[in-house]
């Protein structure tokens, strides 16, 4: 099973910018679909983007054009550059190893970082 080890949540202004790193253990993580989904209080675990091993890329429609989902795969790396952010995008963000692209089918989560934006 991969380990996923996510960072770069924090604290920042409505309209400013964030990049999440979720960096996964062994080579069998750049065969995965990896991606990001978003828990804010209250709420249900909800889809935020993914991106296939071929680089294709699919976003939630709340940030599609302000989300940018990228992987590295020589350095087992996915990121999440989050930008023109907003009150509603407040969440712990989970990285995800799936089997497909809308993370329903997830070998393995990470353990969450927290991205809060004040308004």
């Known amino acids: 099973q991969v380990q996923l080890v996510e960072s770069g949540g924090g604290v920042v202004q409505a309209g400013g910018s964030l990049r999440l790193s979720c960096a996964g253990s062994?080579?069998?993580?750049?065969?995965?679909?990896a991606g990001w989904s978003r828990r804010a209080p209250g709420k249900e675990r909800e889809f935020v983007a993914s991106i296939s091993w071929g680089g294709i890329t699919k976003y939630s429609d709340s940030v599609k054009g302000r989300f940018t989902i990228s992987r590295e795969d020589a350095k087992n790396t996915v990121y999440l550059q989050m930008d023109t952010l907003k009150p509603e995008d407040t969440a712990v963000y989970y990285c995800?190893?799936?089997?497909?692209?809308?993370?329903?089918?997830?070998?393995?989560w990470g353990q969450g970082t927290q991205v809060t934006v004040s308004s």
């Open positions: 995800a190893a799936s089997r497909d692209s809308s993370l329903r089918d997830v070998d393995s």
């Open positions: 062994g080579r069998t993580f750049r065969t995965y679909v």
